[in-house]
């Protein structure tokens, strides 16, 4: 019981907003958006789809993003400042022998972070926009 409480699972919050509940799991994985936002509704049973689909509308309190373990996940836009901090330092480790493969060296990829972050702080981007921004750059 305590793990269904600690999930949300049981019981479930009326009054609790898309945010919230994926605030306190720290995030909820979200490969496919219809998924994700049936993972938050099960943990309440005031929700709609489109409760969700809002909250993770460009410019809304919920991203999706590949924080964790590679693949998509919702998180509190809020709350990615302090999960990166955690989280980019494991994923850069993990991925510099790829690095290496590609011939990212440390000089491309300060680059590419000064590139992206400029599309980055404006307004919601895409993957396709990021890459597109890069080649842009020669990177």
Known sequence: MERLRAQRLAPRDAAAAPVEIVRHLIGLQAQFPSAAAL???V???GLHAGDVQRDAAP???LVRTWLMRGTLHLAAADDL???LGILAPIVLRASRRR????GLDSGTLARAIDVL????????TTRAELFAELAARGI
Not at 99 to 102: G, M, P, V
């Open 117 to 124: 972050g400029r599309p980055l702080g404006q307004h919601p």
């Open 81 to 83: 400042g302090w999960l």
């Open 59 to 61: 410019g809304g309190p």
């Open 99 to 102: 690095y290496a493969e590609l």
């Open 39 to 41: 993972a938050v509704r």
């Open 43 to 45: 943990r309440t049973s």
